[in-house]
């Protein structure tokens, strides 16, 4: 029997002598294909290429330890030897690379290397560094309330750590002891800044912040890499929680095809650092066990080759893509027919006030979608959110439905994208729409752009709930509105209640629509608006705007708390004889233009009311729109009744109240339209 000292390190680690081999034949394919794609470029034949050239140990080994069949994997835009050992093939990397329509990860709509497949559960990668670690941290969230043993990996370069993203996912991860493994594949370099200008001591030092193990490993030794990767895999399948894993490696050609790295690195540098190569340490490695004869590496080679040049053939002669415009949404909305009447009263429903109705509703989507999950800042328990709108929720659906967050809005957006990858419907609430902005990022590069970037293979069906506007004395930071920001991208819908059965049938709606969905709170509302409750199943469809008030003299087109005093001007105009019909969008993207339409024709005048600024706000488009599609229809100027340029709001109440809409200030614009 041998002694433990002589049983070879593959075998010590449970691979067989063809599993090792195989990996060194996955290192040698991820080095051919990173040199036939530079070749490619060189040739003017591909647009762009990134390299992983040296970096074959820490991504091939990693997959070694994992369950294909079951875990999954968050590769960047330098993990060619993840996405090969993976089960990607040659044929869809190049198709990626020369931007073909059978591109399986975007149909030809991202950059080479941007790793997808919801088939291999592999979620899909953008070019924003460091966003995809909330995703991952939501994806081992959901695993872990699956109870299935799966695992998430995540992946990235050490530059990625400076991210707020990494942190926040870090953070959660630890607080949730998530089934997940963080891989950062320090390469010394992000782009040209070396690390000693980016990283503040070590990375994997920083995991006990987090309450979980780090470890710095050789990551050009493929056994060290594979037997550090088992161990944190064995930690994350049975509860024990997440590891990050530090590999100490090197990049061999430059950051893209469009870098030169001579800028910024010697050459000496980098030969010193091919002396460390991991591809030959393997090579060397089954020499010296006699897993590798000469014939056996020449055959490989000449495999590698074959598959690649045949690889390279089929993908440049396939078809281009040919449809830019498609798959923004899961669900396109097409609104319309348009809406000429008030629609009927909510018969028998208890009257009550917006912010009961939230609660209600939520109460309800709870009891229907056992896969409904919310959490936030100071949502759960007792306290059920700053104005209670989720007040019960916990108590009745269990933590693990309904739970507190960090302060940190990106990782809420962006865990809330990764555990809806996993099959949850979650409504992620941000406290006021005010401090939304730190996941501006995820909400505008991630979530609005899956569907489109991952050719409709992945969507988002996530609901990220916020109370907005003025008019509670909240001062500059409780007070904003910001609807057109969110309102101007592709791949969002934004929705803004007025009324309570509004609030029940939008937010049902809209926790049903596979495509991420803003739901906007119009705070000023909460108890102020009151109006009946519609008992049993009761649905608002996204998209279709509601006539308030029939009228023929004057259009007033509102949403939120400003179709709410609309309606209260609709009596003060009627005493003045001037009969104004009052539009509420509800839906504001997708617009229903054809409710606006009809209305214009019948009245020929328009005031377009909302709380945000004027300048650049959501009633320029609506005035843009109506001017373009039915100036022949107009008796006058389409006028907009908006906040002057100031930021929103002031604290003190006379300042405020001078800036507000109110009936009575609409009632004037009215006026002065009505005249024209």
């Known amino acids: 029997m041998l002694r433990t000292e002589e049983i070879p390190r593959h075998r010590s680690l449970g691979l067989s002598d063809t599993q090792i081999v195989e990996m060194y034949r996955l290192m040698l394919l991820t080095r051919r294909v990173d040199d036939r794609m530079f070749a490619l470029q060189r040739q003017g034949r591909a647009a762009f290429v990134l390299g992983s050239s040296g970096h074959e140990a820490v991504q091939v080994a990693s997959v070694f330890a994992l369950d294909k069949e079951k875990d999954w994997i968050l590769p960047y835009y330098r993990d060619m030897g993840v996405g090969l050992a993976w089960g990607f093939s040659p044929l869809e990397v190049f198709l990626a690379v020369f931007a073909k329509k059978d591109d399986v990860s975007s149909g030809g709509r991202q950059l080479p290397s941007h790793w997808s497949d919801p088939g291999r559960r592999v979620f899909t990668q953008s070019s924003v560094i460091g966003t995809q670690f909330p995703h991952a941290s939501g994806i081992a969230h959901g695993l872990k309330l699956r109870k299935e043993g799966e695992i998430a990996v995540v992946y990235g370069g050490e530059g990625a750590t ?19 493994i963080c891989v950062i594949e320090n ?77 910024y690195r010697s050459r000496e540098e980098v030969e010193r650092w091919r002396k460390k190569d991991p591809l030959a340490r393997l090579k060397q490695y089954l020499i010296e066990h006699r897993l590798l004869s000469e014939a056996e590496e020449a055959r490989i080679d000449d495999e590698v080759v074959e598959v690649l040049a045949r690889a390279v053939e089929e993908a440049e002669k396939a078809p281009a893509p040919e449809e830019p415009t498609t798959r923004v949404y899961a669900r396109v909305i097409t609104p319309g027919p348009a809406a000429t009447t008030p629609e009927p009263a909510v018969q028998g429903g208890e009257t009550i006030n917006l912010i009961s109705a939230i609660n209600r509703t939520l109460h309800e989507i709870f009891e229907q979608h056992d896969d409904a999950i919310l959490f936030g800042q100071d949502v759960a328990r007792r306290k059920g959110g700053v104005f209670k709108a989720t007040e019960g929720l916990t108590d ?28 949850f419907k ?9 401090y939304i902005h730190p996941a501006f990022d995820q909400i505008v590069s991630e979530a609005a752009r899956v569907s489109y970037r991952s050719d409709g293979r992945w969507n988002v069906p996530i609901v990220i709930r916020t109370p907005y506007g003025a008019g509670i004395h909240g001062a500059q930071y409780h007070s904003q509105s910001i609807e057109s920001f969110y309102a101007h991208v592709p791949g969002l819908k934004v929705v803004v209640p007025s009324t309570p059965a509004d609030v029940k049938g939008l937010l049902h709606s809209a926790v049903e629509d596979p495509d991420p969905v803003m739901f906007l709170e119009p705070k000023k509302l909460y108890r102020l608006a009151k109006g009946p409750y519609p008992a049993g199943d009761f649905r608002v469809p996204l998209g279709k705007a509601a006539i308030r008030h029939s009228g023929r003299d004057l259009t007033i087109i509102a949403y939120g708390a400003m179709a709410h005093f609309s309606m209260e001007a609709v009596p003060l105009l009627d005493e003045l004889g001037i009969s104004a019909e009052v539009v509420d969008l509800r839906t504001l993207k997708p617009l229903d233009w054809p409710t606006i339409e009809e209305s214009i024709k019948k009245t020929s005048r328009a005031l377009i009311i909302h709380e945000d600024n004027e300048f650049v706000g959501y009633g320029a488009e609506i005035a843009a729109q109506i001017a373009d599609k039915t100036f022949e229809w107009l008796d006058a100027p389409v006028k907009r009744y908006a906040l002057p340029d100031v930021p929103l709001m002031p604290y003190a109440g006379p300042l405020e109240n001078a800036l507000y809409p109110t009936p009575e200030s609409i009632v004037e614009r009215a006026q002065e339209l009505a005249k024209y």
Request: glycine share 10%; hydrophobic share 40%; with cysteine.
């Open 162 to 180: 400076s991210e707020g993203d990494w942190h926040e996912a870090m953070n959660w991860a630890g607080i949730h002891d998530l089934p997940l």
């Open 426 to 434: 979650v409504l992620p609430e941000i406290q006021f729409a005010d």
């Open 187 to 263: 390469n010394h370099y992000a782009i040209s800044v070396p690390t000693e200008e980016e990283v503040a001591g070590g990375v994997a030092e920083r995991a006990a912040g987090y309450g979980f193990p780090g470890h710095k490993i050789d990551g050009n030794d493929a056994f060290e890499v594979l037997e550090t990767m088992q161990a944190a895999v064995t930690r994350a399948r049975s509860g024990e929680g997440p590891t990050l894993i530090e590999a100490d490696t090197y990049r061999y050609y430059a950051h893209t095809s469009d870098d030169n790295d001579a800028l």
């Open 396 to 423: 009745r659906f269990g933590a693990e439905r309904c739970f507190n967050t960090p302060i940190a809005e990106s990782s809420i957006i962006g865990c809330a994208i990764g555990m809806s990858a996993t099959g």
